[in-house]
């Protein structure tokens, strides 16, 4: 019962329009699954306080380097939040009320914290897609600056973007126009769970590998490999109809994938079972 209340509720919050979603709330609701007895109003009100907290320390002045080195400070000094470098892939890190709790977590998460409380200062920012790392940025256009929420607010320029993909890659990347796009609030939604769902994977716990590649199909219903990894993962557990259905969709959707001929040869074997 509690699983499908966390579902609903997730499933009700997502069909608004994507700028009227709570993204506090839909997280909360995603950790609703994991942890049946949660309070979402009880984790909401807490980013309530913080934000209060913030307010009360802010300069007179608004500037935006201003309001963001004080929730800076506020976040890194005085509530002690950090990035867990230490045991990044644990699966807490990917659950609000745990990264709240915990005052730690992976860059999403902690970006998502970020954003909320700079909403609730009406200083709205926006989430950047980087690629193998989640950034922020005040929504203004033309701002120039970015806000690693992993690294203690680190306050960031394009030079620094490329700097810290280099590092993360190995070698010298170059920024691309896509890379600082801002996500919308479903991208930043299926993005958390796409974090779960390998994150699971990795542990090879399946069913809640499974319950992450539904809720991300909730966001985005036709998602090829997405339908794919879905049908993979009930065919691992046993349901070889369903499973049948979710393959042979994805390649009626993409005939030409680079795994169709695995694909197919498994359909073959899943129809004399």
Known sequence: MEFLLGRQNLYNEIRK???????????LYIAQEEYPE????????????????????????????????SLNHYLYNELGYS????????????????????????????????LEIARRLDFPMVGINLPGH?????????????????HQGDILFEQDCEARLSQIYGHPVRL??????????RQLLA?????????????NDLPKALAAVERILLLFPEVPTELRDR???????????????????????????EDAQIISRLLEQLSKD
């Open 231 to 257: 049908g993979l993962l009930y065919y691992q557990l046993g349901d070889s109809w369903t499973a049948s259905q979710d393959l042979k969709m994805y390649l009626a959707m993409l005939p030409l994938a």
């Open 176 to 185: 691309q126009a896509g890379f600082t796009a801002s996500v919308s609030s």
């Open 38 to 69: 949660l309070e979402v109003d009880a984790y909401l009100s807490a980013l309530d306080v913080m934000a209060a907290e913030v307010e009360e320390r802010l300069p007179p002045e608004r500037y935006p380097l201003r309001l963001i080195k």
């Open 17 to 27: 329009p994507d700028t009227q979603i709570d993204l506090a709330a839909s997280a």
């Open 134 to 150: 989640f950034l922020i940025r005040p929504e203004f256009q033309e701002a120039g600056i970015f806000v690693d929420a992993f």
């Open 191 to 203: 993005r958390m769970l796409t974090n779960l769902k390998l994150i699971y994977l990795k542990l």
């Open 83 to 114: 990035g867990n470098a230490s045991n990044y892939y644990d699966p807490r890190n990917s659950f609000l009320n745990e990264v709240i709790e915990r005052r730690t977590g992976i860059p999403i998460t902690l970006s998502l914290v970020y």
